[in-house]
Each structure stands twice: as C-alpha cells, then as structure tokens.
C-alpha cells in the first residue's frame, strides 16, 4: 500500500486551470482517469487526512504511486479527453457500464447496391442506418414481417442473393410479394434504393404523411373501379398501422428525444434509456455498473450520456435528452452533445406532464433491472471477494490475488506443441491480455519441460519489461545477476508490438493535433532513469505481474514452474497447481496437496480458470494442426502468396504437373517471373512428394497428385479429439 505523500505533486507545480488528470500504479498501468475545472483543486482534494476519503477513494489513492495531468483549454476538451483515455486504457477504478453490444438493432445496409434490411448486434458500421435498440430480436422480425409488405426490401443474405441471379429464379418471399426480387431484375438498382429509404423513412417516425398518401391512393383506385389494387392499398395501410402500434404514442407532440433513468444503492446502479422518436417509444437499452468510485447521481448520468453518445453523430444524438440529475457543471456536457449532433441539444429535468410521467416509467424499469439483477447475480462482486479470500487463505498468500495467470500445455501425441497463458482480474477473464506460446526449446512431448521454458520466457520478458520502465531497487545491478537475461530468446506467438520509448522523468510533454484539442502533458513521481510509453497505461506485453501462477497439473508441473521463477529471481510471486482427477490444489515443494471443499467459491474459480486455459491451449492447438495438414509444398516457397498459389494450381492443374513443368512453361503464368519460377523448381525438387491419395469409398488409388479429390484421403486419418475429453483421451491430446 503506497502512501499518497510519497507523489504528491510539489506545491505550486499544479496549474489552475481546466485538464484531465491519470493516476498510475507501480507498474505504470492507468488506474483511474478524471477531468477537472480546476486541476489543483481537484488534485489537492486526493491528498488529504485518508481517513476524510470515501473507502474507495483512499483505495485507490494508496493503489496509486503516481499521478499526471494534462492540460487543455475548455471544459469540453477535458470532457472529450476524459472519454478518449477511459475507452483506451480501461481504469479500473473508473465507472465502466457493461456493454451493450448484445442488444439487437434492425439495419438497413445502405452502404451496398441493393440494400438489405436485417437485425444487426455489435459495433455499429459505416453505412448502415440502425433502428433501435430492441429488447429481443424476435420483435424486430415482427415489426419487419409487417412493413415488407408495403415495403418490399430486400432480406436475404449475399450467398442466397447471387444464388437466386446464378438460377434466375427468386426466392419464396419474392414469389409471395413480401420481396421486390431485384436479384432476377424486377426492379432496378434505382427503386428498389427508393423503396430502401421509405423504409427508413417509415421506421425514422415520418408515418403520418405516408399513410395519408397510401389512403389518397386508395381513394383514387375505388373511384377508378380498380378494386384488387384499392383492396391491397387498404391491407398495405392496415399492416402499416398494425406496424405502429407496437410502439404507442407517449409524447403528443411528436417529441424526438433519448429518457434516461438511473436505479442506485452503495454498491451499484442501473441506468435505463428510453428512446423516443416521433412520440413513440422506438427502442430501449439498459446498463449496469460497479460503483468503484465514489460519484453521485450526476456523475454517473455523465459517463451514461459518454458511453451513450461517444462514438454517435448527426441525428443519432436526439434533440432532447431528459435525465433525473444534471451533470456539475451541466453546460461542457451539452455543448458536447450539440457539437456530436451538430445542432443545439437541450439536456435537462422534466418537470410535469407526459415527459415527467414516462421518466417515471423509466425509472421503475431501472429499479426493476437493478433488482432482476442482484438477483440474477446474486452479489456477483460480494461472490468473488469471497472467492479470491479463500484461495489467499488456503495457499498462505499475504493479500488475495487479484490477478491470476493460468498455463497449459497442449499436444497431439507430441506434434504441434502448445501453451496457453489465461488472466484474470478480480475473479473475472481479461481477454485482451491472453497469450498463446510455441514451444521452440525442443521436440516432442514433455510437459513439465514444456512448463518450465513457457514460465521462462513470460517472466523473462517480464524482468526485460521491468528493466525498460526503470522498476529496479536501488543499487541493484540487473545486468550483475547471473539469472537475468537480456533478451527472451525470440518472439512471442501473439504478443503485442513493444511501445516506444519516451522520455521519462518528472516532466513530459504532448500535444493533441487536430484542432480539438491541445495542451501539455506534466507527470510526477513517475520512476527516473528509465525508459517508457507515457501513453500506455495498459503495459502491452509483460509487464504486470500476477499475484499467483496457476498451472495446470500436480507435483511435477507446479516444481517446474516453481523452478523456473527461481532461476530469473523472482520470489514474491504464488505458485500452485490444480490436477484435474481429484482436483486437488498442488503448492511448491509440498508432498500433500491442499484440498478445498466441493462447494469452496475458491475452488470454482480455480477450475473455471483452469478450464479456461485448456480451452484457450487446444483451440491454438488445432488451429496449428489444421493449418500443418492443409499445407503443401508450395506453402515453403519464400515470396509465393495466395494469389499466385491459386494461379499456378489453375494454370497446371496440380502441384505433380507443376512439379514435372519446365522452368519456361512455370513463367507463361501471369505474374511468376522467372526468379520466382527458379525458386519454385528448385522448392518443388527438394520437397518429397506426397503419398498417393486414396478414395475412401471404393479403395482406388488416385494418380493425380498431392491435391486429392473430394472423398479422399492422402495420410492417417485424424481422430477428432473434443476440450471436454476424459483424462485417458487427454493422454492423446493435453
């Protein structure tokens, strides 16, 4: 536990004027991210008597070992700067909203010839016009049942697209008339765009002058005697107002705007959104967050509206966004949301009449959702505390370990060895630090090796890390210790760029380009003497250590592990291993293992992270070995990519005709020169040819070459091997 002292900025070096501020740990991760009006004064109010400090403050101040600050020139800077940093280096000590990118949006892909109407989820896409969101998916196909019958736009996906051109003949809802079938040319690119944009039109809330044009219509028909047409004009409108009302009016005036409701008590909150369009309710999402910061009902509207609104623009941000409480100061905020939409945007409270009565509605659904939610989860955060405690209390560890690292070794009876490195933070996956290995030290099948060089070189890189960013004590001589090394011996399999090297010290500076922003960049407390990315708070290859190293095994892999760390010098990390028979927790050096109870939460999340390094090791595994049998021997020749692959499969027929070719005949195809064709003959000489293929049906033996047709088979057939395999099947693959 740091004290805030050691790196609190000098007094006078803070400037009073607007910025956004980091605080960093030891390791240089940013931890937390805040805007301030006033930088000393926000500051100032970090370094003060801890016991005045909300517990999660003083947490995160003594986590802390050093803070900077940057500075800009608005209080709209500093907000877009705050949200920039949040998205970027993910604090963890900032509020972060679950994701919502499991919510289904109806789209309409404007972007293509011939748009195409279907449910999205995800990230939102250059192009595409999104309608929603929507509670379930099966609603959107409701709503879009009834409007293709008005609207006939194109649904189906592109295979079955150019499959109906390839045959001429449309698909069935073409035939049905739910579909202008522009794929066999029933209409041209032109209209069927036209019928595209009603459609949006329609679902944008501009009802009421369609309708009333369907009706002329339909007028105009029965007073020319054309009564099917009249007949199916009236259907059309019928379907159109069946359309609408799924959505009721709530809003008389045909309101455009986005209701927010927020549901809290000490430890969470839920935070619901309504989205009114054209007086109708036309979608709905919710979020809920940890309050691992001390922030009030304010606050958290504001990190809602960023992570609402962040990565929106034009007519997606509403003219009105009504909220229980506005943020202080409210104008940064909405002079935010007026330049994302690009017009003026009221953010405010309702104070009566309908508006007022649907934010109530709103509000009862956030209570609903946090409630549904404590239940679901059952004190999900309580659950894993609770977890991390037993495993620091069953293996003798100082503090719990909040971040566990798991390993595992996978195999195919020694072929395509493997390991994986799983993490997980405050008992939960971080996927974006996961890590995959080859092992290069030798060949064939030895798992406790296998461990042994994979903890090697992570901890390795670590050490190299640590030396980079200047982490060493004092007086010590990295370079004097027989067990430091001073490159890994290779590059990692998925490992991330290395940064580049900044000036590190008490002051640097940056400037942020592009006429949003500018301002420097000052940093105190950061470690002298050494080298590292001022703007990298997540450290992108091993430089956070864990707690506690997991690997997957008993005696033999947890010493290997052990002895590893001992060679580099590394004591102040936990090392055990969890056998997978009788579950049974293995520790360094003992000759019983630790046994938790069947129902300890402590076990559970070991076995979860266990199962989830096995999982990650014999995906990589297989992918490895699927690659290995679909290769050839034209995969070995240096400079020869995919296109020129397939070509010269093409223009010979087979890798045994190309073999069996002049180097002359090899350069008649487009874009092999003759260097190329040298080293092609020369590849395709030194590879052995591969065994005949077999027909598996009839027992044949194919002449033609290594490509083997459909249905046969030219090696050992493979057995496929599922992660869930009992242990004798592991035996086989691990």
């Given amino acids: 536990m740091a004290d805030p002292s050691s790196y609190r900025p000098k007094p006078g070096q803070i400037p009073d004027s607007p910025g956004v501020y980091r605080f960093r740990d030891e390791h240089r991760r940013v931890i937390y991210v805040g805007k301030a009006k006033s930088l000393r004064q926000r500051l100032a109010s970090y370094f003060q008597d801890l016991a005045n400090l909300h517990p999660r403050t003083r947490t995160m101040v003594t986590t802390a070992a050093s803070v900077e600050w940057t500075v800009v020139s608005t209080e709209v800077e500093a907000l877009q700067l705050e949200y920039s940093w949040i998205k970027e280096y993910d604090p963890r000590f900032n509020v972060k909203y679950r994701d919502d990118k499991s919510y289904p949006y109806l789209a309409v892909t404007m972007n293509e010839e011939f748009p195409r109407v279907q449910v999205m989820r995800g990230a939102k896409k250059k192009g595409v016009r999104y309608f929603g969101p929507y509670g379930h998916a099966w609603a959107i196909r409701d709503t879009v049942d009834l409007l293709l019958r008005v609207f006939p736009v194109r649904t ?82 019928e379907a159109l107002k069946k359309a609408m009302e799924k959505s009721a009016v709530v809003l008389a005036d045909a309101t455009d705007a986005d209701l927010m409701a927020v549901a809290e008590d000490e430890l969470e909150a839920a935070v619901q959104i309504f989205h009114v369009r ?23 509207v504001e990190h809602a509206l960023q992570q609402l609104y962040g990565e929106e623009k034009g007519d997606s941000v509403p003219k009105e966004v009504l909220v229980p409480a506005l943020p202080d100061p409210v104008e940064p905020v909405q002079e935010w949301l007026t330049a994302r939409r690009g017009s003026n945007v009221s953010l405010r409270i309702p104070q009566r009449g309908d508006k007022k009565a649907l934010m109530e509605t709103v509000q009862r659904n956030a209570l609903q959702a946090l409630a549904l939610h404590k239940t679901r989860r059952a004190s999900d955060l309580t659950t894993r505390s609770r977890a991390l405690e037993e495993i ?37 996956q971080r996927k974006s630090e996961y890590r995959r290995f080859q092992i290069k030290g030798f060949a064939g099948q030895d798992d406790v090796r296998s461990m042994h060089e994979v903890i090697t070189r992570r901890f390795r890189r670590y050490l190299v890390e640590k030396e980079r960013t200047g982490e060493w004590t004092d007086g010590e001589d990295p370079a ?65 250590p864990p707690q506690l190293v997991v690997v997957d095994g008993g005696q033999p892999q947890v010493a290997a592990a052990q002895r590893a760390l001992d060679e580099l010098g590394i004591d102040d990390i936990a090392v055990c291993g969890l056998a997978k028979r009788l579950e049974e927790v293995w520790l360094p050096g003992e000759d019983d293992p630790v046994v938790l109870p069947r129902s300890s939460e402590g076990l559970y999340l070991l076995q979860r992270v266990r199962d989830e390094a096995h999982r990650f090791a014999i995906t990589y595994q297989r992918a490895k070995r699927a690659k290995r049998f679909r290769s050839g021997p034209l995969d070995d020749v240096p400079g020869l990519g995919e296109s020129r692959k397939q070509a010269l499969i093409k223009h010979f027929g087979s890798v045994k005709k190309l073999r069996s070719a002049t180097i002359d005949q090899i350069c008649e195809v487009p874009g092999v020169g003759r260097k190329t064709a040298e080293t092609i003959a020369v590849a395709l000489a030194q590879a052995a040819p591969a065994a005949p293929a077999v027909n598996t049906a009839t027992g044949e033996i194919m002449e033609d070459d290594e490509h083997a047709a459909p249905g046969t088979t030219a090696g050992p057939a493979e057995e496929p091997v599922t992660a869930g395999a009992s242990d004798e099947r592991r035996g086989q693959e691990t």
């Fill in 278 to 300: 054209g007086g109708r309710v036309r979608g709905q999402r919710g979020w809920v967050t940890d309050k691992v910061e001390a922030v009030t009902t304010g606050d958290l």
């Fill in 480 to 544: 004097a210790d027989p067990a430091h090394p001073s490159a890994d011996g290779g590059p990692l399999s998925g490992s991330a760029p290395s940064d580049g090297p900044l000036s590190g010290g008490a002051l640097s500076g940056s400037t942020f380009s592009g006429g949003a922003l500018s301002g420097s960049t000052f940093s105190d407390g950061a470690p002298s003497g050494g080298t590292f990315s001022e703007d990298d708070g997540r450290p992108k290859r091993f430089a956070y």
């Fill in 392 to 428: 620091a209390e069953a293996l003798g560890l100082d503090s719990a370990p909040l971040r566990i690292e798991c390993y595992d070794i996978s195999h195919l009876q020694g072929d395509d060895v493997v390991a994986s490195m799983v993490v997980f933070e405050d008992g939960l």
């Fill in 156 to 237: 189906c996906s592109a295979g079955v697209f150019k499959n109906a051109s390839r045959t001429g003949r449309p698909c069935l809802l073409g035939y049905i008339g739910k579909c202008s079938a522009p794929c066999v040319g029933r209409v041209s690119p032109e209209e069927h765009r036209e019928l595209a944009e009603e459609f949006c039109d329609f679902m944008a809330g501009r009802t009421g002058t369609y309708i009333r044009r369907q009706e002329q219509q339909m007028a105009q028909a029965a007073e020319e005697m054309e009564y099917e047409r009249a007949a199916r004009l009236r259907d059309d409108i």
